[in-house]
């Protein structure tokens, strides 16, 4: 007996991609004048920075997916999980764990910045509303709209590091793809191709109504609008030097 097809979630995966690579932050200035040499690497520790940020708030959450889970989900966000936690190797031969926020500083360390600093980072404004809008979608949504959220996030990180950073790190910085410092665009280049796959996987059946496909669809265009203004932000901020109004005696 053929299995019945789900039209919702086939639709709703299909739409998702579509928004992915129209919002795709690979097209964005920064990461375009990244690619021609143009912006070096503290801006890139920076936005790095920023990244650091938003995963120490969005990466807790991942016990709220795994509740929220089906059984034949479970495994999966439990080693995305573990592998951003060092716990666990990601698919593929010759693969080592690696604490990714520990690869965030290193990377940040060669881009001139302590540790410290990284920590002590403020958001800025589009990073805080991207962190917050994911953990409200986690807290307040059905699961497979999340997985259709993530996939619009850890889909573009193939792309961005295979076309935009891996080359200009070897062109323009002198490192190698086994080089250290830059282990964290590595390690992403690869895994997020397979994270990415299986949530859209999950989005396709776990999509099951119109209602749900819309709220997915939903979530995933406001999601890669908030992340195209987070590049926005860390432009202007760090390569542009422009700054927002403040009010008075109020230090920027």
Known sequence: M???????????????????????????PFYVEFSEGKIGLEPMGKLMAQHY???LRAL????????????????????NLAEEEGLLAGPGEDRQPHDHMELIFRFCRAAGMTDEAVRETEQLPAWRARSYYYLN???????GVIMAMQCTQEGQQPAINGERTLPAFEKYHGYTMDSPDIEFFTEHYIA??????RQLQMVEKLITSPELRDQ????????????WACMNDIYR????GQHDPVPENIAA
């Open 60 to 79: 807790p959450s991942f016990g709220i997916i795994y509740y929220k889970s089906p059984p034949e989900a479970r495994e999966f966000v439990l080693e």
């Open 2 to 28: 053929t299995a019945k097809i789900n039209k919702y979630g086939q639709e709703a995966a299909k739409g998702v991609v579509a928004l992915r690579e129209a919002w795709h932050t690979k097209n964005h």
């Open 53 to 55: 940020q938003h995963v």
């Open 192 to 197: 997020d191709a397979d994270h990415s796959s």
């Open 216 to 227: 997915a669809l939903e979530v995933a265009k406001t999601q890669v609008k908030t992340r």
């Open 237 to 240: 901020t760090v390569v542009l």
């Open 137 to 143: 979608v986690v807290q307040d949504m059905p699961i």
